[in-house]
């Protein structure tokens, strides 16, 4: 059973940055794509974006594309996402997942989730 841990959420201002990080445990963990996703309060929750095993390939919601970066150490077992210019907008709980066969926008395709990290932008 594949666990992942979250971290790195926070509040920070407008314009602000900060990275979030998941951890993954139980599994082989550079054998399947790994993403992100997202959900607002009173929202879906919302692809933002996705990487390859390898580590090669990535994928972005064009709402995060540019601002957002996505990678991963899979000696670590872990995955980040750096995350620059923030906006009000991007405040959501954000998730990691891990499990998909190649990187994905779909949640249907991870089959492992963690707990989530909250993000609190301020305008």
């Known amino acids: 059973q594949v666990q992942l841990v979250e971290s790195g959420g926070g509040l920070v201002q407008t314009g602000g940055s900060l990275r979030l990080s998941c951890v993954g445990s139980?599994?082989?963990?550079?054998?399947?794509?790994v993403g992100w996703f997202r959900q607002a309060p009173g929202k879906e929750r919302e692809f933002a974006a996705a990487i390859t095993g390898s580590g090669r390939g990535t994928l972005y919601a064009d709402s995060v594309k540019g601002r957002f970066t996505i990678s991963r150490d899979n000696a670590k077992n872990t995955l980040y996402l750096q995350m620059n210019s923030l906006k009000p907008e991007d405040t959501a709980v954000y998730y990691c997942a891990a499990g998909a066969s190649t990187a994905s926008r779909s949640y249907r395709s991870y089959a492992y989730w963690g707990q989530g990290t909250q993000v609190t932008v301020s305008s």
């Open positions: 139980g599994g082989t963990f550079s054998s399947y794509a």
